[in-house]
């Protein structure tokens, strides 16, 4: 009887680690293909949402990308092609956390080492005002994102997010390094209600980072 207990046990648990390393397999978010441009470049389409707003975690930030057919996808992972310049763009709907390290301010790995906010070019932004960054730590691009006026009258409620929200739009571009998969993430502790704001959506795949899967 002992030794059928203990069979039994061992069985039960054995079960349970093989199903949460399925569930863990599979919870990821599906990628999404960047859209290629006519001149040989391809497009990247994100957003950045003040509350993802739907389940399992509405009220936690998030990035949004944009898919080859034009529709909001939640996922952050990210295929693009080897050896390309890689042309984003982001609009950014939420409010300001501030960088705690003011290097992460500044522009680095892009074309020129510029963004452009709203039209305008920048080499950075004021550390206090930034509310998510697009960082490749593994090829130093690192691309700071100011949040939106405080005061302003229609900020998103719910992703997806529209253009008649307020928002920044932020462009620039980086030429793709070679085929390999690469982490990105926001640097921003952005995640209200977590400890120094890095809980939560800061350390969860979908959310404040991600994959660049280059192939
Ligand atoms: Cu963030």
Redesign the pocket.
Known sequence: MRALAVAATFGVLVALVVVYFIFFLESGPAAIAATRGSDGSADLTLQ?VPSYGHHPFPDW?S?MAKDPQGKWEHTTIFKVPAHTLIKVTIYQY?GD?GLRNAFLSGVSGTTGDIETINGTVEHGINANDA???FTIPDIDVNVP?PGINPNAKNPCGTAPCSLAEAHNTITFSFRSPGPGSYRW???????AGFLFGNGG??QTIG??SGLIEVS
Request: with cysteine.
């Open positions: 950045t930030v990035y939420d956390s509310a998510h960054t994102l993430q926001c640097f921003v502790p952005c995640a959506p800061m959310y404040m």
